[in-house]
């Protein structure tokens, strides 16, 4: 009887292993790499609907952006589409007079222009002595300079005189505050509404390349 309960009689269950350290640093490439996959989605929804980062290349919007200015352009304010409809989603308003806009170069649209716009849908805007006129009146733009160079010439009769042009519905006419070297509406025509990116509305960092150092002042500094 006693060599029966032998035979019979279960082994103890013997202890789980212990994982490998493989496994474990397998789980540890999957947790960062989840991590990163969100990461980026987050970042692509930002770009897309809500903020964009850009860098001011010339000295068309000088003196109220340097160039090396970087600044950060709200993307919602206008209403941003869902990718691949026409459906706008966040629109807070229209573009108005005075924004300083970012948008698809009509004539090149790989490539993104800012200036500020002058005329909305309907408006009539002309050009005398680089005096700016909307409908029969002056507009005043303080952030307005002129500083002569061979970039616009003097010659070319659009960038001091400009017949009267009516805005036409969905479009608009801008143009850079350093009016004698902004290349604009006065040459090329209206900023259709769908090519408009954004309102820029912050610096969040500039650079003097010819000094060397950061422009301190301009960081955080408000665009208007």
């Known amino acids: ?36 996959i ?43 589409k869902i990718p691949f409809t026409d459906t706008e989603i966040l629109k807070l308003r229209d573009p108005k007079q005075g924004d300083v806009i970012v948008f698809q170069y009509p004539e090149d649209p790989s490539k993104d222009f ?10 009539v805007v002309e050009v005398k002595n680089k005096r700016v006129y909307v409908n029969g009146k002056l507009y005043a733009n ?8 061979d970039l616009i010439p003097k010659e070319m009769n ?7 042009v009516t805005v036409p519905p969905n479009s608009y006419f801008v143009m850079g505050d350093n009016r004698d070297r902004s290349y604009d509406s006065r040459f090329w025509g209206f900023v259709t509404r769908d090519k408009i990116k954004g309102l820029a509305f912050i610096k969040y960092w500039s650079w003097d390349s010819e000094k060397m150092r950061p422009r301190l002042g301009a960081i955080g500094k408000l665009i208007n």
Not at 2 to 8: R, S
Request: charge should be neutral; proline fraction near 9%; include cysteine.
């Open 114 to 123: 800012i200036k500020r716009v002058i005329g909305v849908p309907s408006d």
């Open 38 to 80: 969100i990461a980026v989605l987050l970042a692509l929804v930002i770009r897309t609907f809500i903020v964009q980062a850009f860098k001011i290349p010339s000295g068309s919007m000088e003196d109220t952006l340097a160039i090396g200015d970087h600044l950060l352009v709200n993307k919602f304010i206008y209403g941003t």
């Open 142 to 149: 303080p952030h307005e300079v002129h500083k002569e160079a």
């Open 1 to 36: 009887m006693e060599d029966y309960k032998n035979v019979c009689e279960e082994k103890p269950a013997e202890p789980a292993a212990k994982p490998t350290k493989p496994v474990k640093a397998k789980h540890i490439v999957r947790e960062y790499a989840e991590s990163i």
């Open 158 to 164: 659009p960038r001091d005189f400009r017949d009267p």
